[in-house]
C-alpha cells in the first residue's frame, strides 16, 4: 500500500503530468520506516546489494590511494550523491514487487526489466554529466586557492583545510558550491528515477515531475535530502562500510518516497 493515503496529503494535477501530492513536513522519517520494513522483508537480497555497492566502493578508494590520489576521495564521496540515485535502480525494483506482492528474486534485481530503460539512460546520462561537472568545479575551486599545484595525499590535504585561513576558505566555497549542485540534481532525480521505473513516461516528464514534488514539498524534500546526505557521510565517515545498510535503506526508502508524493495513475 503507497504512503500516500497516510501522508494526508492533497493532489495537484499540471496538464497531464503525474499529480503531485502535498505531504507533511516530517513525512520523510516514514519513508525511512517503510525502507527498513522492506529491507527486513528480504534482507539477503538487500544486504547483497549493499555488500556489492561497498565493494566497489572500497576499490575505488584503494585505487585512489594506489594512484596518490586520495585527496579526491572526499569528492568522489560528495560525487555519490549526484549519482546515487541511478544506482539503487535495483532498490527501488525490489520494493516495487514487494509492493505488488510479486515475487522477489535477485536476477531481477540485477537484470531490471522496465519499458523505460532507453529514458532511464538518459536521465542516467544527466546524472554522469553533473559528476563530471562537479570534478570539474573542485579541481578549479583548487586551482584558485592554491594554483597549479599537485593535490596533496589526504593526510597532508586534510590538515591544509581545516587549519589554515585559506584552506577553510576553499572547503567553505566547494561546500557551497557541491551543495547547489548536489540539490539541483537532487531536484530532477528524486523523484523521476523510480517514476520512469514505474511508469511509462518519458525523461523529460520524469524531471519536471521530479522538480514540481521538491517545489510543492519543499520542507519535507529539504529534511529528505538533508536524511540522506547525513546517512551517506556517515557511512562513507566508517570507511565504507555503513554503506552496506545505509544504502539499500535509502534505495528502499526513496522508492516509498516517490510513492508517496506522486499520486497513483
Do not use: C
Request: glycine share 10%; proline share 5%; net charge neutral.
Amino acid at each position: 500500500m503507497s504512503l500516500m493515503a497516510e501522508a494526508g496529503g492533497t493532489a495537484h494535477a499540471e496538464g497531464g503530468a503525474p499529480v503531485i501530492v502535498r505531504v507533511r513536513a516530517d513525512q520523510p522519517w516514514r519513508w525511512l520506516e517503510a525502507g527498513w520494513a522492506d529491507m527486513r522483508a528480504v534482507p539477503a537480497i538487500s544486504l547483497a546489494y549493499g555488500s556489492t555497492f561497498l565493494f566497489v566502493s572500497i576499490l575505488l578508494a584503494g585505487l585512489l590511494f594506489l594512484g596518490g590520489a586520495s585527496a579526491l576521495l572526499p569528492v568522489f564521496g560528495a560525487g555519490f550523491l549526484l549519482v546515487g540515485p541511478m544506482l539503487a535502480v535495483g532498490l527501488y525494483e525490489v520494493s516495487r514487487r514487494l509492493e505488488a506482492g510479486e515475487r522477489v528474486r535477485l536476477k531481477d534485481v540485477i537484470f531490471v526489466s522496465s519499458r523505460n530503460l532507453t529514458q532511464l539512460a538518459l536521465v542516467g546520462g544527466m546524472l554522469a554529466g553533473a559528476f563530471i561537472i562537479w570534478l570539474q568545479i573542485a579541481g578549479w575551486i583548487f586551482a584558485i586557492f592554491y594554483g597549479a599545484v599537485g593535490i596533496p595525499p589526504l593526510s597532508e590535504f586534510a590538515p591544509l583545510l581545516l587549519l589554515s585561513p585559506r584552506g577553510l576558505a576553499l572547503l567553505a566555497i566547494g561546500t557551497a558550491a557541491g551543495g547547489v549542485l548536489a540539490f539541483t540534481v537532487f531536484a530532477i532525480s528524486v523523484i523521476s528515477v523510480p517514476l520512469l521505473l514505474a511508469r511509462d513516461i518519458d525523461a523529460v516528464t520524469a524531471v519536471i515531475t521530479s522538480v514540481n514534488a521538491v517545489r510543492k514539498n519543499f520542507w519535507p524534500m529539504l529534511l529528505w535530502g538533508w536524511i540522506i546526505a547525513l546517512l551517506t557521510a556517515f557511512g562513507i565517515a566508517t570507511w565504507f562500510l555503513g554503506l552496506a545498510v545505509i544504502f539499500p535503506l535509502l534505495g528502499h526508502a526513496t522508492w516509498h518516497a516517490h510513492r508517496a508524493v506522486v499520486a497513483e495513475g
